[in-house]
């Protein structure tokens, strides 16, 4: 499923809110460690420079490079690399810091997603049964910077407990929190996905499926804003000739097929950039955004021959036919003049017998030559 912007931003808000977490992280453990544990403070630089890293993976956010999965891959290595370095100078057995991984993986599944989350799991699994299998070889000392209350290097018996039930914790807790956020996820998305249906349906006239009178009448009020700003604008106003015959001799039921087949006549006749909509009862209007007189004719009169085609399928001696009416927005028009002249011009397209176009003419420079 492909991200929208909005996810997209979303994202990113909460790399910078998490990647905040990490400063904080850092700039406590930089002030508090050599406190609480005064043989620490030998390391404090090496807090300095994981604090600085975290500071220009925030930096680097900010100005709009998240970098992917490859930066937050990047940045929980060095949590893990950093957070094993203090498990392992304070007792990697003993040391209740061994909560901080479970909060740097789940921290990284809810911001980036379960596969980084559960790579990083893995990783600091791996890390920490190898700082336990140095220390129990005596490779490097165990909890040197620990109090002396802490104890010694454990028995080997403890030590493989320690890591087993750290290492079997640490993925399933990854990978129970990984599938439960995907599964959120992916609700809220196919939530979000309805809202936008629902949204859609709102706009839409429920027989013809072409839009609705409120939505052509907002979509007309931001055509008319960019007329102010030069652009041209045509309104057609449809008017069906000899429908309430239908309705009268065959029911309304044929009324409904005709009304369909003439919206769909009316979609598959316009451009991507027109705007077709039931107006009410048997009057559709067509809004033309950017478009010049003598294109506005054209799709005009494209309108007229599709409404008479469709009419002559249903009764090819007296067919449903079009009165169209077509006008030119001028920069001081509003909405509903607009709607009024082009509904004038369809009623003299009527009087004159129907089945044609009756324009008005160019409004002004907007409708000057393209």
Known sequence: MSEGPSSARERDRMQLVAGWSRVALGLAVLVLMPIAYPRFAAHRWLLALYLGAALVGQLMIWRGWTGGQLRSYLGGVLDVAAITF???????????????????????????G????????????????????????????????????????????????????????LVASALIVGVLVTRTRRREEELRALNRKLEELSLRDPLTQLYNRRHLMARLEE????????SPLAVLMVDLDRFKRVND?????????????????LGGHTREVDVPGRYGGDEFVILLPD????????????????VRAVGERYDEALPVTASVGLSFAREDDLARPLIQRADALAYRAKEAGGDRLVGE???GPVDGPA
């Open 114 to 169: 379960r596969k980084v989350g559960v790579g990083l799991a893995v990783l600091a699994a791996l890390a920490y049964g190898g700082t336990v299998l140095a220390e129990l070889l005596e490779l490097v000392p165990y909890g040197a910077d620990a109090p002396a209350w802490s104890g010694g290097t454990p028995p080997l018996i403890d030590a493989l407990v320690s890591v087993t039930l750290f290492s079997i914790l």
């Open 291 to 306: 478009t010049r007189a003598e294109e506005a004719r054209r799709v005009a009169e494209r309108v007229v021959a599709a």
């Open 361 to 363: 003419p160019p409004a």
């Open 86 to 112: 203090l498990v392992h100078r304070l007792g990697s057995v003993s040391t209740m810091l061994l909560s901080i991984y479970f909060f740097v993986v789940i921290v990284n599944i809810l911001v980036v």
């Open 249 to 265: 001799q065959h029911g309304h039921h044929r009324g409904d097929e005709v009304l369909t087949a003439i919206a769909e006549a």
């Open 223 to 230: 055509e008319l804003a960019r007329v102010r700003r030069g």
